[in-house]
Antibody, heavy 116, light 111 residues
Framework: EVQLVDSGGGLVQPGGSLRLSCAASGFTFSGSWMGWVRQTPGTGLEWVANISPDGNTKYYVDSVRGRFSISRDNAKNSLSLQMDTLRAEDTAVYHC?????????WGQGTLVAVSS | DVVVTQSPLSLPVALGQSASISCRSSRSLVYSDGNTYLSWFQQRPGQSPRRLVYKVSNRDSGVADRLSGSGSGTDFTLKISSVEAEDVGVYYCMQGTHWPHTFGQGTKLEI
């Protein structure tokens, strides 16, 4: 059974940093594109970043490029999202997700709240 | 970015009746490999989204055959032939052809 367990969310002040993690199991992690999708009541669902199976190719949505960094550790079946210079508009539930164009499984999500 | 527009945003349906959700993209979703990366997801209250259909018309394992996806190019539809109570939730289409992949606004189906 595919499982994606997100963690690392919390309350952070504007300009601060946070690192999200995702523990994957039940599938061949090293052979899968992975990504992060965020969800807010106002703006709906938004792809944040995507990473290739070998970690060499990364894509970011314009609004986070230069501030967020996606990475993976295939030996540990884990995915990370380093978020720096956080803004109020980054407030959302962040979901780890398997796949890119063929996104299928989602983590339960971890809440990131950016506020002073 | 490719804009994906769903309609309607709210869909009240009686049990046993059919329902249809439209998804339109601002650009063709045919990729250079010939595939069209358009997926449909259902999100029930308090849960993460679940994929129902991928590449326009391929149902995921365990998805009822009452649900069907169709369309091509920029115009796509999800149909539910006989709505049941378990179909309640918000439905999203997502294009995976162009980066950034983008979602529609969501359609809330209620009984």
């Amino acid at each position: 059974e595919v499982q994606l367990v997100d963690s690392g969310g919390g309350l952070v002040q504007p300009g601060g940093s946070l690192r999200l993690s995702c523990a994957a199991s039940g599938f061949t992690f090293s052979g899968s594109w992975m990504g992060w999708v965020r969800q807010t009541p106002g703006t709906g669902l938004e792809w944040v970043a995507n990473i290739s199976p070998d970690g060499n190719t990364k894509y970011y949505v314009d609004s986070v490029r230069g501030r967020f960094s996606i990475s993976r550790d295939n030996a540990k079946n884990s995915l990370s999202l380093q978020m720096d210079t956080l803004r109020a508009e980054d407030t959302a539930v962040y979901h780890c997700a398997r796949g890119g164009a063929l996104l299928d499984y989602w983590g339960q999500g971890t809440l990131v709240a950016v506020s002073s | 970015d490719v804009v994906v527009t769903q309609s309607p945003l709210s869909l009240p349906v009686a049990l046993g009746q059919s329902a249809s959700i439209s998804c339109r993209s601002s650009r063709s979703l045919v990729y250079s490999d010939g595939n069209t990366y358009l997926s449909w997801f259902q999100q029930r209250p308090g849960q993460s989204p679940r994929r129902l259909v991928y590449k326009v018309s391929n149902r995921d394992s365990g998805v009822a055959d009452r649900l069907s996806g169709s369309g091509s190019g920029t115009d796509f539809t999800l149909k539910i032939s006989s709505v049941e109570a378990e179909d309640v939730g918000v439905y999203y289409c997502m294009q995976g052809t162009h980066w950034p992949h983008t979602f529609g606004q969501g359609t809330k189906l209620e009984i």
